[in-house]
Structure formats: C-alpha cells, structure tokens
C-alpha cells in the first residue's frame, strides 16, 4: 500500500521499530508493478539509508528499522530479495507441546468465545490426544483452534435446543469422548502411515519431509526374471520352466510413485551400487543384472522429490535379491553416492517424529546428522536406538539379520556411532515433573527430564509458549 512505511512510522512514533511482513512468499506481480523490486530497497541495508517514498515524495531513513519476514517456502520467493534475508529455520510444534497449548490457551479461548463457558464443557483427554494426532497434524496449531471451535459451537446449539425443548430441565456438561468425537468434527483426517506390520523382502521404511512434519516413506521393490521366476513381495513366485539363461546387464528397471527428478536419479544412483555391491558380496548372486526390477513409492498421487532415499532405495533392492526381509521396526534416511558414502539429509527433527510416531525402534542415519540429533529433545528421543553410518557396509550390518544374510570382510567407512534411548531414572516415591523445566548440563551430559504422561496443567506450561501465541 503506499505510504505504508510512513504510517508505520507515524502510527507507533519512533524512527527504529520492529516491522513484521508476513508471508512474503507470496508477493504477486502484475500490471500495476512488481512488489519484490519495491521491497528489494527497503530491505537492503545499503540502499535503505536514502528510501524515498514516491507516494508522499519524501526521503525517509529506514536503516534503523529491524524487518522481519514469515515464509512457508523458499521457493517462491525472489532471489536477489533471499539474498538480503538471514534465514532462521523454526520447527513446528511437536505431539506434546501442543497438548500444553490447547489445555492453557485454546479450550478457555474457545469455551469464552463461544459461550459456554468452563462448566458445560468437558472434553476427555484421550479425545484431545486423538484431535492431534489423526486431525491436526500440521506444524502450527490454526487446524487445532478451528476444530475446538467446531466442538465448542455444536455444543453450544445443543445447549440452546435442550433448553428451548426442556427449560425446566437443568442441564450437565457435554462429554466429549472417543466415542462421540467423529459426531463433531468429523472422521479422521490422517491415518497411520505404517502400511505393514512386518515389512516382507523388498519393502523398506523411510523417512521423509513433508510441509506437515515428517512422514514415514515406504519403498516396493519386486523382480521378475527371465525364466518367469518373482522376488520380493509377499511371497516369491517360482515359474513352472526355465527359458535359458540372461546375459549379466540385460535386466532393467522401473521406477512408478510420481518421483522428481532428483528421486528419479537417487533410484539410478541406488540400482548401480546395488549391482556392485551384490557382486562383491555374493558373486553367484546375479538377480539385479538380470532381472527386470519395478521399483514403486506409494500413494502415487503425492509428488515426491529429493536425495535423501538413496539409502532406503539401495536396501529395497537388496532385500529383494537376497530374498530376505529387513528387521523389525527399521527406518532410514541419508543420500548415498556410487562409492557408497551416506551424506547429509535435512529434516531430522521431523522424521525422528515420524518414526516415533509410528512405533520404529532403530534409525539408521547419516554421521553427520549426529549433531542435529543430539540437539532433539530427551522425550523425543525416548525409545529410539539411532545408529549414524558413514558408509553403506555398516548400513548393512545393521539393517539385516547376520544369520540369514552373507557377511562383509570389513567396513570402508567411519566407525559407527550408536546412540541408544535416553534411560528416564524411577525413583521409589513420586517425583513431580513439569515440562517447563530444562534440562541441567552435567558431567556426563544432558540430564534427562521426563515429560508426564497426562494432560499438563495449566500451570505447567512453558513460558516460551506463552510468549509466541
């Protein structure tokens, strides 16, 4: 709008205020001008010294305002405006904090605006905790609100039709439960991601990224050769009579799951180290050279895209010519080379959610996300076994029985680092916990501060909760 720094500046009467632009992803440009070159001057800290409004066409001095910007993607966003912008990446809200926020802010807010009040609302808490999981799995907390609302509406219609019907008749409080939850707002919006209990040969669980959290990814990978014989799946199905023997080389591969480019070149990428990989480790082995191998990523209709499958494509297809399924209750993540390095991938906060979230056990992750593990949250961590590779041998190892799978010599990469669950201590009298406090650095490291099991009292919120709503 023009002149809308000037008013800015009028309206709170101080020449370095704090200026919030929102969702500045999400400029436009058309006939009337293009947005980006404007803010392009009045973000940068060389330019914005000598401003001139062409509005009211008077200089102004800009350079003592601090600018802050809110984005939900990168893309979208100019690249010389980016280049002017110090990023700071901030991670959704997680299963626990928004419990503490909808039990302190949202349900009093909701029950005010709405009218009902305290006393005629009485939502249970397993209610709340299926809310968020199966509902609300966004990184903020808006979805959560809206459906708060949506209850507290409802219950307040009940309220006014019982009372019209019967106002003689007192009436209680609305009971919100399991059972009756789907009545208000709904079926379930998100289901669980686990599509096997037990993954069969040839079917791998990953860990990816997504714009609501993390997600587990499952990758298919089934195989057919020439004599009519399939592997993988379910079951291997055998042909009644062999055709001849293939040349080494002549198998190919199909790739199926809406993948984009980088994901397509990760499934190159994964096919020829398997092939190397499988001569090293069983020369009689030849199922991945000969074989025409279909490779598939489920819910088709999800684009998906990025580099950090290369390590959960390479172990479908070996799962699968070795006819052997992978343990139990396995995830992984990392990027993996031709030489067979696992690099770097983003997003770990979010995917070790995910596969909590899911009930997985072990993760095996790339060694240089180590840090970015380590600075999870105690209660986050709690019941995961993380194991950080540097190469795929030691990626391996861990990821199939040693009794039912040929061995390596020796590993070509760092030593493993293995981080096992943080252990919460028991003490024999009652210790109350509050998830406000943090943890205390010790000799040994962290201390570990449990997170209580039931809904946190209002009492028990974070003050950095409190601040940011």
């Not at 991670?91 to 909808?102: F, S, T």
Request: with cysteine.
């Amino acid at each position: 709008m023009p002149g809308k720094l000037i008013q800015c500046l009028k309206s709170t009467g101080c020449s370095n205020p704090v200026v919030l632009i929102d969702e500045i992803d999400k400029l436009g440009r058309d006939m009337r001008g293009d947005p980006s070159s404007a803010l392009l001057e009045v973000l940068d800290p060389e330019q914005n010294g000598s401003f001139r409004d062409h509005y009211l066409d008077v200089p102004v001095d800009l350079s003592n305002i601090l600018f802050l910007s809110t984005a939900n993607m990168l893309d979208t966003i100019p690249g010389p405006l980016l280049d002017r912008m110090e990023i700071i990446r901030l991670a959704g809200y997680v299963y626990e904090e928004k419990l503490a926020i909808a039990s302190k802010y949202l349900i009093p807010q909701t029950e005010e605006q709405s009218g009902i009040g305290t006393e005629r609302l009485n939502l249970q808490e397993e209610a709340l905790q299926k809310m968020i999981k199966d509902y609300a799995r966004e990184a903020g907390v808006r979805n959560l609100r809206q459906l708060l609302e949506k209850v507290s509406r409802k219950v307040a219609l009940d309220l006014v039709r019982k009372k019209k019907s019967a106002p003689n008749v007192e009436q209680g409080p609305a009971l919100i439960n399991l059972e009756n939850l789907s009545t208000y707002i709904g079926q379930p919006l998100h289901m669980s991601d686990r599509l096997y209990i037990g993954t069969p040969p040839g079917v791998v669980m990953g860990l990816a990224w997504t714009a609501n959290g993390g997600a587990t990814l499952y990758v298919e990978a089934r195989g057919r050769l020439p004599c009519g014989r399939v592997q993988g799946g379910m079951a291997s199905l055998s042909a009644e009579s062999a055709k001849g023997e293939s040349k080494p080389g002549s198998g190919h591969m199909q790739v199926t799951g809406q993948l984009g480019s980088v994901m397509s070149e990760s499934s190159s990428i994964s096919l020829t180290y398997a092939r190397l990989f499988m001569r090293e480790l069983d020369p009689t082995n030849t199922f991945l050279d000969v074989a025409n191998i279909h490779l598939h990523v489920p819910e088709g209709a999800t684009p998906k895209d990025g580099p950090s499958a290369g390590v959960t494509m390479t172990s479908a297809l070996l799962s699968c010519a070795l006819e052997r399924p992978l343990l139990a209750d396995v995830a992984m993540t990392g990027e993996l080379t031709l030489m067979g390095k696992v690099l770097k991938v983003g997003g770990i906060k979010e995917k070790v959610i995910a596969a909590r979230r899911e009930g997985v056990k072990t993760l095996l992750l790339p060694l240089q996300n180590e840090a970015d593990y380590m600075e999870i949250k105690e209660y986050l961590r709690d019941g995961l076994t993380a194991h950080f590779v540097d190469h795929f041998d030691d990626a391996y190892r861990l990821m199939f029985d040693p009794k039912e799978v040929p061995s390596l010599k020796s590993s070509r990469g760092l030593p493993v680092i293995t981080v096992q669950p943080p252990t919460i201590e028991k003490a024999e009298e009652p210790v109350e916990i509050k998830i406000h406090k943090m943890p205390e650095e010790t000799d040994t490291g962290l201390k570990i501060t449990p997170l209580p099991r039931g809904l946190p009292s209002r009492s028990e919120v974070p003050s950095s909760l409190a601040k940011s709503l």
